[in-house]
């Protein structure tokens, strides 16, 4: 087999973000984009961690062309063994298992995550390292000092290769294996929760669930988990067949983008729990009969129920959140007396404290959850938190977060984006805010006055490593807080993300809509953000 030594240029911009490198597909199109980038991941990797690699995405458009390109190149630089999902696809978290199960030194990602797939839309490649965890900064640096100076990289000269699971092909020094995309994970899920406890519930007809699979990766998976080996009903696996335009919908699980499903679980038909995945099966969103539960509540109320949850029954050690996330889950960590960590935003910033046995649950307020089983946010895995509880609780979400917020107080928890925004404009609101504290401590809105504004600097207690600059928080004398940050994801222009989060420990004040509830401090945030006298924007893009 033919290895060719390609000459090639550096492409500016190949940076990685909150989550690997992100585009529009028109960029990663370009001739030597693709190969530039995985080359400058290649290298970047010691020689001894090139024995395995594991590769999969998300199944949007340009991901079968991508990851051809990839295997030539996998090839070209001598990897030992390559495992590749069955058509290319393989959800976040199944690749993260993949690359623990196997021992591999580290996995290649293709998704854009919730981003919208197709012609004209996104695209992203992400590196996972030998824990199946998105590498740390230390490593995405390196890989971007790379692109920065790469001149070569090295192809072989590979036929199309059809990737049918089971196929083995050996070309030069390689194997490459085409693993079934949903076996392994459907396994590991198998070991981690109660599945004759959930089917017998879902079969007696006491418990109910509708998946939405938004057309996305998590398609297979729920066919195959909910529907095979729990008994769910077709007609409520909607939208699983995965699609590499996503059925031009916008595949991010939230109460905008996931509508029908929100809508119908508010109705009379509802089922006991709802729930929706994003593109590549990382994000969750979850709903009981009539009730929307916020990212931050569901996680705090796994964490609250652990022990109705098989792969936690031993205890939960510790948990961590990122720091714009609701502050439910410290108030329910400090209930069972285990440590909270706060980390910057990203599921990078998780893998470590993972690593060490430190904490056993995480999550996000952008809809992410999951456990010590991977490290990656786990969509699948999170529905199957909530059947588990639901199944062993015999009691409705909308009872249980009731009870949790009587218990523990409710954080009227919601997120407004600021999209559009020029990048210039965006760093002037951060850089003012960031330096506003003298300026606002003592402000008052409502019964709250400003206690205290920082910016969010990150230690890794593992490491040592320190990321700065993860956002400006502005603290209220009642520990309610206004979090502003600039999202790491965007492919075009600057989007500013404020977290609204005000805590109501009076049971008789816990029924409102968060969305409405937070109306006036949102507007305060505008205010003392500047962001109208700014941008000229005086609502945001989006109230989540
Ligand atoms: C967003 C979310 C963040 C999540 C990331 C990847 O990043 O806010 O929590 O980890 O997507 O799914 P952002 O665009 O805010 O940088
Ligand atoms: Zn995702």
């Keep these: 087999m033919d290895i060719q030594t ?22 990663f199109q370009q001739p030597h984009y693709v190969a ?35 295997l030539k190149l996998l090839v070209g630089n001598g990897v030992a063994e390559v495992l590749v999902g069955a058509g290319g696809i393989l959800s976040t978290p199944a690749v993260s298992n993949l690359i623990r199960q196997s021992k591999a ?9 919730h981003n919208p797939g197709g012609p004209g839309k996104d695209f992203g490649i992400k590196f996972n390292n030998a824990s199946g965890s998105p590498a740390p900064e230390s490593v995405t640096q390196a890989i971007y000092d790379n692109t920065k100076s790469i001149n070569e990289y090295r192809l072989a000269n590979l036929p199309e290769l059809e990737l049918t699971a089971g196929k083995e092909y050996s070309f030069n020094n390689t194997t490459i294996r085409v693993v079934d995309s949903v076996d392994d994970y459907a396994q590991l899920m198998q070991t981690l929760f109660d599945f004759d406890q959930i089917s017998a519930a879902i079969k007696s007809g006491s418990l109910s669930l509708c998946f939405d699979g938004m057309h996305a990766v998590t398609g297979p998976y729920a066919r195959k988990i909910f529907g095979d080996l729990l008994g769910v009903q077709k007609d409520l696996l909607w939208n699983c067949e995965a699609l590499t335009d996503f059925g031009g919908g916008h595949p991010d699980p939230n109460r905008v983008y996931a509508k029908s499903l929100y809508d119908f679980m508010m109705g009379s038909e509802a089922t006991d729990l709802g729930a ?21 509540d569901s996680l705090a109320l796994i964490a609250q129920h652990h022990q109705s949850i098989p792969q936690f029954k031993s205890g939960l050690v510790g948990v961590a959140r990122s720091m714009p996330t609701s502050t439910a889950l410290d108030r329910v960590a400090q209930h069972l007396n285990i440590s909270c960590y706060e980390t910057p935003t990203g599921w990078k910033f998780f893998g470590n404290l993972l690593d060490e046995g ?25 529905v199957l938190c909530w059947l588990s509880i639901l199944a062993d609780k015999k009691v409705s979400a909308r009872e249980l977060l009731a009870q949790h917020w009587t218990s523990f107080g409710r954080s009227y928890y919601c997120r407004h984006d600021y999209d559009g925004l020029e990048a210039d404009k965006a760093q002037t609101i951060m850089d003012q ?18 206690a205290e504004v920082n910016v969010f600097r990150y230690e890794d207690p593992v490491d040592g490593s320190v990321a700065e600059n993860q956002g400006v928080r502005v603290i209220f004398d009642d520990q309610s807080r206004v979090v502003f940050r600039l999202s790491g994801t965007g492919t ?21 809509d968060a969305i409405e ?9 505008n205010e003392i953000a500047q962001i109208q006298s700014i941008t000229g924007l005086t609502e945001p893009t989006v109230k989540t």
């Design 6 to 27: 390609v000459v090639t240029q550096p492409f500016e911009g190949q940076k990685p973000g909150t989550s690997g490198l992100r585009k529009k597909v028109d960029v």
């Design 36 to 70: 530039n980038f995985v080359q400058a991941i290649v290298d970047a990797l010691p020689a001894d961690q090139r024995r395995r690699l594991v590769v999969g995405g998300d199944g949007r458009y340009f991901n079968a062309e991508a990851i051809q390109t990839i």
């Design 105 to 113: 030194d580290g996995g290649i990602v293709l998704s854009a995550s």
């Design 276 to 296: 929706a995945s994003d593109g590549d099966g990382d994000r969750n969103m979850i709903m009981g009969r009539g009730a929307f539960v916020s990212p931050s």
């Design 358 to 382: 430190l904490v056993r649950l995480c999550g996000e307020e952008s809809f992410g959850t999951s456990g010590d089983h991977v490290r990656e946010k786990d969509g699948v895995w999170t």
């Design 433 to 450: 805010l960031a330096g506003s504290e003298g300026k606002l401590v003592g402000r008052r809105i409502g019964p709250m006055s400003v």
């Design 492 to 512: 075009d222009s600057a989007t500013l993300r404020v977290y609204l989060e005000q805590i109501e420990r009076d049971a008789k004040n816990q029924g409102a």
């Design 517 to 525: 509830y937070n109306e006036a401090l949102g507007k305060f945030a």
